[in-house]
């Protein structure tokens, strides 16, 4: 067996170093800044490390300290976002989650005319820029009411990821045998019941992957929110960029704030990714 050259592996190495420095600098940097003063924002040069750690930025986020910025309580805001951030992205992850279920099975198990060509219909959708549906959606949205309303923006979120859901979850339903379907159909069990009590818990890898793609998906909305939900239902990553005043930047605040909004979807995907990787490989086996 021929050894790979000693040059290659060492460009191998520096490769894999210069995309994990590229990858993980943003998140040190976002992290390091969270805990600095705001004294040493000013600094020149800025230090890699803050000389005086302090945990003021997040203190005055969870409500510990008192803290307003632009007029307004800094950490009632905070809660408030956080709050329709989950809401939302799980509202669409379960929808999502439900709608590609039920939508891939008819796809996959069903015979009716025009079957294919309604479902490389809807996942040619994804090739549609999302700015190019904004003011019609915008017009929508006002027409029934759901400007700044958590449906509005879950409906928005589904319609976006829905496509890419349902192209997954027909992958992996190709890939199941039948037996056990037929096998209830000939005890008479029903096409939902099948779906829910045989399909569902033999494709959860597809399901999960399918939930975690959307999660992440929502969770790191920015322009959607910004126009559709601007106020009451507004998410960290609207929040957050409003502590860059037209006279103050409030790095701090960002920073630690940026700092808590990435926490949930690196422990979900730290926690979740064995199954999101098997569900993702999971029709690439037919």
């Known amino acids: ?27 040190y940097w976002t992290l390091a800044s969270s805990i600095t003063p705001t ?32 007029g307004v309580d800094v950490a009632q805001g905070f809660r408030l976002a956080l709050f329709n951030s989950i809401v939302t992205s799980a509202a669409a992850t379960v929808l ?23 479902f490389y219909a809807v996942v040619a959708t994804m090739a549609i820029p999302g700015y190019a549906v904004i003011i019609p959606l915008f017009r929508l949205m006002v027409a029934t009411g759901q400007i700044d309303s958590y449906l509005g923006v879950t409906l928005i979120y589904v319609s ?14 190709d890939a199941l045998p039948r037996s056990l379907e037929e096998a209830a159909r ?13 399909i569902a818990p033999i494709s959860a890898p597809g399901l999960t992957a399918t939930a975690i ?45 940026g700092s808590i909004a990435i926490v949930v979807p690196c422990l979900l995907v730290i926690f979740l990714n064995r199954y999101l990787i098997s569900g993702l490989l999971a029709g690439s086996g037919k």
């Not at 000693?6 to 190495?13: F, L, N, T």
Request: proline residues 6%.
């Open 96 to 118: 999502c989650v439900l709608f590609s279920l039920l939508a891939a099975y008819a796809f996959a198990r069903l015979e009716f005319w025009g079957r294919d060509i309604l």
């Open 39 to 70: 004294v040493e924002f000013s600094d020149k040069p800025l230090h890699l490390f803050p000389q005086m750690p302090t945990s003021e930025h997040y203190q005055r986020l969870v409500g510990l300290m008192d803290g307003h910025f632009g």
């Open 213 to 257: 793609l959307t999660f992440l998906g929502a969770w790191g909305q920015y322009v959607v929110p910004l126009i559709f939900s601007p106020k009451q239902a507004k998410p960290l990553t609207v929040l957050i960029p409003e502590f860059a005043g037209k006279n103050f930047v409030d790095y701090g605040l960002i920073m630690a704030g």
């Open 186 to 198: 000939m005890d008479g069990a029903g096409h939902l019941r099948i779906l829910f009590w045989i």
């Open 1 to 27: 067996m021929t050894r790979t050259p000693i040059y290659i592996r060492i460009a191998v190495w520096a490769g894999v170093a210069v995309l994990l420095l590229w990858s993980l600098a943003p998140i």
């Open 160 to 173: 976006a990821f829905l496509p890419l859901s349902l192209w997954l979850m027909k992958g992996v339903l």
